[in-house]
């Protein structure tokens, strides 16, 4: 932990003993008290980073949602772990920054505006481009903070005094001087490659905006005519429309097959133009025929392979999908259409020589689904082989860790094998490429700032270049373009490089890998010392939330219903780092009876401390042996083992969010605040606040005071707005439980010996309750209860405890005694605990013949049933027919059957004296 405690918020006096009302309502209206706490934190300021001298700093740059979107359970999950995360750094004594921002989102965001525009008749062509920009501006200004509104009901505590957009002037401004750097040092360059094109959109498409799915078709086989000789040569296609671009048939140079024609011509089917038959190592002889067509306009691999033989290309296919001019009689028609065309046209002339089944992957725009087109485009490109070398360096020298370590593989190997990054797309909304070109002189010019004449001929005749910059090219600057750079600033000496980046599995390559290169590159620090990577939240099926299967769960709809805390609580328990998590309602309402409680158990306690009223010292003392005071500790076993058991759990809770186990986390705080907590020590505190003497209720209502106040601290940043609420009407110090000290309780509260005490207490209360439940005894009918103690300790220990075993079992009489100094009972159950055997005597507790009776019954019905379960496996139609999980559900069955019936027996021996 870091020196300093937490502060008051905004620093002016720290309300030191300050309650509210003690009398909370009797249930937990989350709606109200989330907007109540929400504007109280905006109002106090308690979410704003003051970067100074003597400080320890903790920042997260939130990776950026679309200015367009609205928060889905995606965004819940991945802005709760940073949450948990930043709350309680900020508890530990950091000076803590959580900078929020959104992001342009270049196509989402057109789309959403254009859409607007047709229904009003209109194109972004009628408006033309100026005037499409500043009414997309407008809609970014009216519906841009939706998502930020959304991010506040979730709880999120970031700076909003620091809210960037990734058109904002400043990132703007870092944007062009990266770009202008790039290009100067020979890193950015244009060029004609083959893109993928996005016929809807519009748009070039980076590698990692593709989103490739398995798709049956088919493998056409398609005759070519040999020029100046009888015979064809027979290729294998996927795509026939692409035959109306051929300029090349290819061969690998080692396949015999085709030796005799390598170096002659073939006659493009349908289009009569004669190309050359050549060779190529990038040939797969196994697939189709081994002879390849080379389409170098419309395919990646054959425009490398025309490069290397001197192939021309030829567009068939342009930007809208339809073939062009190029395509002869198919001009005009969709790209599909003329599939359809040409393989007719094919078979009628005698050229089809057959069709396969064929699987392949698709790619498909990440954005609207439409299936992607490979097309030759002149655009701009960053080489990325001298960015990605530090990039992996730094991860494999272990300055940035990736949480959990698997990734670090996954990382590398795209790396190692990515290709130069298309960065130019074909937009109108987004950072514009900073390129101006001459009309006169045809100079290019590339600068930081807006040129007014041409630097070569003077001429004032310039255009901008049309494009705008890929999105992820501005995204990949927020760590450090958020903080002010270029310039040199205090939150960039401050808060840069950021702690950890918390981020699904799904945009590494998108967005992580190119943060950490461009960081290198710009600032020669890394953007973050480690990336916390988390899984997906998929449906109760583990199927991906989506529109398209109408399986995707509001986030906002379960914070109406349930509360954020509900949500957030939910979200967390059971989730582990980089692995998928299943969204389920009775998780939901788990959460939801949790969060009530807690509420149920502080009604308790603020009702037992409405005489309570503790020093000054007291309040502001962190946990330790003080609480003691002169009082005898054997007489305080529930408190020195609740003591015990909070400091554990304050290790282990930190322990846990160090190592990013938030789950876990989470899970020992549940288990600790229901079943020892609430269940236990709640229950053993009754006896002294109701019936013990004035030191005894004193030294009670201290100890539940500072444990259940710093059980509030511990689960602060998991369910904020609960525990604000609560712990507000509980003796404090502070204004704000946001900015109250991480607990941190003395080690020397830690006492095995009552741990060990109570762990044998409770063993033998849950066994005479489990006896109890086993023959129906009602919960207010006191019954005889021996427990024979297998050591001296034990009884000795028991000894201590039994009147609160007698209270909580309602066990009277309750015989304690050493094992072997009493006969054990007859017609009795018992249950075996470690150091003790818990005995409930029958007679006078029950009505024996009709518990005989019970058990004869229970017994020939569970022997029916076991009859009727074995006649099923036995039956050979059945085992041919049942999928092999039910018939071991069966072979389980027979076991749970088998089990129950033994019990039923010794039961019935039992009660027949034996």
């Known amino acids: 932990?870091?020196?300093?405690?937490?502060?008051?918020?905004?620093?002016?006096?720290?309300?030191?003993?300050?309650?509210?009302?003690?009398?909370?309502?009797?249930?937990?209206?989350?709606?109200?008290?989330?907007?109540?706490?929400?504007?109280?934190?905006?109002?106090?300021?308690?979410?704003?980073?003051?970067?100074?001298?003597?400080?320890?700093?903790?920042?997260?740059?939130?990776?950026?949602?679309?200015?367009?979107?609205?928060?889905?359970?995606?965004?819940?999950?991945?802005n709760t772990i940073q949450d948990i995360l930043v709350r309680w750094r900020r508890m530990e004594g950091y000076e803590t920054l959580w900078l929020p921002g959104t992001d342009h989102a270049g196509i989402a965001t057109q789309h959403v505006v254009e859409a607007e525009l047709r229904k009003e008749g209109l194109s972004r062509y009628d408006l033309g481009r100026?005037?499409?920009?500043?009414?997309?501006?407008?809609?970014?200004?009216?519906?841009?903070?939706?998502?930020?509104?959304?991010?506040?009901?979730?709880?999120?505590?970031?700076?909003?005094?620091?809210?960037?957009?990734?058109?904002?002037?400043?990132?703007?401004?870092?944007?062009?001087?990266?770009?202008?750097?790039?290009?100067?040092k020979g890193l950015i360059y244009r060029g004609e490659y083959i893109t993928n094109w996005c016929p809807v959109c519009h748009t070039a498409l980076s590698d990692i905006e593709v989103e490739h799915e398995d798709e049956s078709s088919h493998l056409w086989y398609v005759k070519y005519r040999l020029v100046d000789a009888d015979g064809y040569i027979t290729v294998a296609t996927t795509r026939p429309e692409t035959i109306l671009g051929d300029t090349g048939i290819t061969v690998h140079p080692s396949d015999e097959r085709y030796r005799n024609v390598v170096g002659r011509h073939a006659i493009v089917p349908m289009v009569g133009t004669v190309i050359p038959i050549v060779v190529d190592e990038a040939v797969d002889p196994d697939f189709g025929t081994g002879a390849v067509k080379v389409t170098p306009a419309h395919d990646p691999v054959d425009f490398e392979i025309a490069k290397r033989n001197g192939l021309p290309p030829r567009k068939v296919i342009g930007a809208d999908g339809k073939m062009t001019p190029a395509a002869g009689s198919y001009a005009g028609m969709d790209r599909y259409e003329c599939r359809k065309a040409l393989v007719r046209d094919l078979e009628q002339a005698g050229l089809l020589v057959r069709v396969e089944d064929h699987s392949h992957a698709v790619g498909h725009c990440y954005r609207c689904n439409t299936i992607v087109e490979p097309l030759l485009s002149k655009q701009w490109f960053v080489k990325m082989k001298p960015l990605t070398e530090p990039a992996m360096r730094v991860v494999e020298e272990g300055r940035i860790r990736f949480v959990p370590e698997r990734f670090t593989k996954i990382y590398l190997n795209w790396l190692s094998n990515i290709k130069d990054w298309c960065i130019s797309r074909q937009l109108w909304w987004g950072h514009r490429i900073p390129v101006w070109y001459c009309s006169d002189c045809g100079e290019m010019i590339v600068s930081k700032d807006d040129p007014d004449t041409c630097p070569k001929c003077g001429s004032r005749s310039l255009e901008q270049d049309p494009d705008v910059l890929d999105t992820w090219f501005s995204s990949a600057l927020w760590p450090f373009s958020t903080m002010g750079w270029p310039k040199r600033t205090r939150d960039l000496d401050f808060f840069y490089p950021t702690s950890v980046l918390v981020t699904a599995y799904d945009i590494i390559f998108f967005w992580v890998a190119r943060m950490i290169f461009m960081a290198l590159e710009f600032t020669g620090q890394e953007p973050f010392r480690e990336v916390f990577i988390h899984g997906l939240v998929r449906d109760s099926e583990g199927r991906k939330m989506s529109k398209s299967l109408g399986n995707g769960i509001d986030p906002l709809e379960v914070i109406e219903k349930y509360g954020a805390d509900t949500l957030r609580f939910t979200l967390v328990t059971g989730n582990t780092p980089g692995s998928d998590m299943r969204f389920y309602w009775e998780r939901v309402e788990a959460s939801r009876n949790f969060a009530n409680k807690i509420w149920n158990a502080s009604r308790f306690t603020l009702m037992n401390l409405k005489d309570f009223k503790p020093s000054s010292e007291e309040v502001k003392a962190e946990l330790g042996p003080w609480i003691f005071r002169d009082e005898t500790r054997g007489k305080d076993q529930a408190e020195r083992w609740i003591l015990s058991r909070f400091t554990a759990v304050a290790r282990e809770v930190t322990g846990y969010l160090e190592q990013y186990e938030l789950g876990e986390s989470a899970r020992t705080l549940y288990n600790f605040i229901w079943d020892e907590l609430c269940d236990w020590y709640i229950e053993l505190a009754k006896e002294r606040l109701y019936h013990g003497d004035a030191a005894e209720r004193r030294k009670t209502q201290t100890v539940l005071w500072k444990v259940f106040e710093g059980t509030l601290r511990l689960l602060h940043p998991f369910m904020p707005y609960l525990t604000e609420e609560i712990w507000q009407s509980l003796p404090h110090s502070g204004k704000t439980i946001v900015r109250a000290p991480w607990p941190a309780p003395s080690p020397e509260l830690l006492d095995p010996e009552a741990e060990a005490k109570m762990r044998l207490f409770m063993d033998v209360v849950r066994a005479i309750r489990n006896l109890r439940a086993e023959v129906n005894i009602p919960p207010t009918?006191?019954?005889?209860?021996?427990?024979?103690?297998?050591?001296?300790?034990?009884?000795?220990?028991?000894?201590?405890?039994?009147?609160?075993?007698?209270?909580?079992?309602?066990?009277?009489?309750?015989?304690?005694?050493r094992s072997g100094a009493l006969a054990k009972p007859r017609q009795a159950l018992v249950s075996v605990v470690a150091d003790a055997e818990v005995y409930l005597p029958l007679e006078g507790a029950v009505d024996l013949a009709r518990e005989i009776e019970r058990a004869e019954r229970g017994i020939a019905e569970e022997?029916?049933?076991?009859?009727?379960?074995?006649?099923?496996?036995?039956?050979?139609?059945?085992?041919?027919?049942?999928p092999q999980e039910v018939v071991e559900k069966q072979k389980a069955r027979v076991l749970e059957i088998e089990q129950k019936l033994e019990r039923l027996k010794q039961r019935l021996r039992i009660l027949g004296g034996e």
């Open 1 to 78: 932990m870091v020196s300093g405690k937490g502060d008051s918020g905004n620093g002016k006096g720290d309300n030191t003993g300050k309650r509210g009302s003690v009398d909370i309502g009797t249930r937990y209206d989350p709606g109200s008290v989330e907007q109540k706490w929400y504007q109280v934190w905006l109002e106090l300021d308690a979410f704003r980073a003051r970067p100074g001298k003597g400080k320890t700093p903790f920042s997260i740059v939130i990776p950026p949602p679309n200015v367009t979107g609205s928060l889905h359970m995606g965004h819940a999950l991945d």
């Open 863 to 882: 022997e029916r049933e076991l009859r009727r379960v074995i006649g099923r496996l036995q039956d050979e139609g059945f085992l041919k027919k049942a």
């Open 781 to 817: 009918q006191e019954t005889r209860v021996v427990v024979l103690a297998l050591s001296d300790r034990a009884q000795r220990w028991l000894d201590e405890v039994s009147s609160d075993v007698s209270r909580l079992a309602r066990a009277l009489p309750l015989e304690i005694k």
């Open 130 to 184: 100026e005037k499409f920009v500043e009414r997309v501006w407008v809609w970014k200004e009216k519906y841009g903070n939706t998502i930020v509104n959304q991010l506040q009901r979730l709880g999120a505590s970031c700076d909003w005094s620091r809210l960037r957009f990734t058109m904002d002037e400043g990132c703007s401004r870092a944007v062009r001087e990266v770009f202008y750097r790039l290009f100067k």
